[in-house]
């Protein structure tokens, strides 16, 4: 590892924060791999017989209402989450960066039109735009995907526009410009890299909401389809026997509940990490060390 990375990773891990948003994140991604692979048991094996068992051998986290292993549809769950989150980063960061340099780096009547464009759409709540595409294409993984990351993709548009524009106005911009940089070459090496700790945050933001809205649109029916196992639509199909097996709903919705929290933490913790002005602060606001008494 080197010493840039070293640099800011050791902080983020020796706080309880930055650890606690590791370790999870790294145990769902984790977890959608290993399912890939193996799982305890298959997922459309049933056995009436073994209906609502409690966790023990071999069902860890035991059964559900058709004797399905629980801890089984939790990893699958995990898969689904992993492509939901990491695909809605991605579509919201391109979405984002074109719409937040078309605002600010072209012509006049450009950057009027896409501001106002801007405005309208962030007018249009993501689950509301992800339930319309779901009734319309149907039931599908990847409906719910285009719609977060569209929705997060303006609303990152909205939010580092003005950072942009103050990166722009910049010295080291301008001095760029001086040297003979295209506008591309300076946006690639100097704007991005100085917009990069508002992104984290946003980035985190987007894929813990983008997982929440993947568990709320299949608890109701209009997210991933039946071949896409999905905690919502697992939390679901246990809620309606509460009162039968109360524990079988902690599982999901624990899953849900932990893997949202750490992508929250862990992008808070990021940009302390890795923007210059926060960690300066920082480190005036530490006490000063006590001095050594040699006799």
Sequence with gaps: MSTKRAGWFRPLWH?????????????VVLTAIVSLFWTPFSPEQANVDDRWLGPGW??????DNGGRDMLTH????????VVVAVGAAVISTIIGIALACLATLTTRLVREAMATLIDVLLAFPVL???????SIA???LWVVVFAVGIGFGVN????????????LSSDFVLAGKAAGLTTAQNVWRHVLPNIAPVYIVQL?????????????????GFGASANDPSWGRLLSETQAFINVHPLAVIWPGLAISLTVLALNLLGDKLRETTDPTL?????????????????
């Design 15 to 27: 706080s309880a924060t930055g650890k606690f948003g590791i370790i999870v994140i790294a145990v």
């Design 58 to 63: 071999p069902h860890l986290l035991g059964t």
């Design 74 to 81: 939790i990893m699958l769950g995990a898969r689904t989450t």
């Design 128 to 134: 509301i735009i992800a339930a319309m595409l779901a």
């Design 138 to 140: 149907g039931q599908s």
């Design 156 to 167: 990152m548009a909205r939010v580092t526009r003005p950072e942009l524009r103050r990166v």
């Design 204 to 220: 985190s933001w987007s894929m813990g909401v983008a997982v929440l809205a993947e568990a709320g649109l299949s608890y109701i």
């Design 279 to 295: 960690s300066r602060r920082m480190v005036k606001s530490m006490p000063a060390p006590m001095p050594t008494v040699t006799a």
